[in-house]
């Protein structure tokens, strides 16, 4: 994966930050954003779509937000400089949101909320895309299909939000997907008993 970027000339940060988050989402079970979208990426690479070795930049807007420019590079490396400098702003004021504008496909945006649990914060991710899915009785689609990871360092919750990961952690570094896309609700159900069970 790692000699496909660097074969078509992407930067060192931005090929790492791609490679460390497909294969977060390779581990968790959610292939359709995990290792196989690197011939994809690298297409985009390739074609002159994505820029190879993007400047990423940020506007501070206030104590607790900012912007991350992501110079229309992967969205995998300005995700994680996101997510970085959320934690960093957080640590000084309790709290903090950072947005990214020109980016790209970002995967499984779940790579991101481990990220910042791994810092010892409850973490959010989440992004948009267009629009994909119809209303009911709708010819064309007019709703934004979003998936909304969240990570969250407590032994008593776990959420789920439609078919997205579900990610449960009780001490940094130590989480366990207890979803996978088109797993029943029951399914995920036992799945959070027994974890609870195993931390208890």
Not at 109 to 119: C, F, S, T
Not at 135 to 150: A, D, K, N
């Amino acid at each position: 994966m790692i000699a496909a970027f660097r074969r078509v000339g992407t930067s060192e940060p931005s090929l790492q930050a791609a490679t460390r988050a497909m294969m977060h989402a390779s581990r968790v079970g959610v292939d359709s954003h995990g290792v196989r979208l690197t011939q994809h990426y690298c297409q985009m690479l390739k074609g002159g779509r994505l820029n190879k070795k993007p400047q990423l930049t940020i506007e501070q807007k206030g104590p607790s937000s900012a912007t991350v420019d992501g110079d229309d590079g992967l969205g995998h490396y300005a995700a994680y400089r996101a997510m970085e400098l959320a934690c960093d702003l957080a640590r000084e004021t309790g709290m903090a949101g950072v947005g990214v504008r020109r980016s790209s496909h970002l995967g499984a945006a779940g790579a991101y909320a481990l990220a910042g649990a791994e810092q010892g914060f409850m973490s959010f991710a989440t992004t948009n895309t267009d629009s994909m899915v119809p209303l009911f009785g709708e010819p064309r689609p007019s709703m934004v299909q979003t998936r909304w990871p969240l990570l969250h360092r407590s032994r008593t919750e776990a959420m789920a939000f439609g078919h997205g990961n579900i990610i449960y952690s009780n001490e940094p570094g130590s989480s366990l997907s207890l979803a996978r896309q088109g797993a029943s609700w029951r399914r995920r159900r036992r799945q959070v008993r027994r974890a609870d069970d195993q931390c208890a």
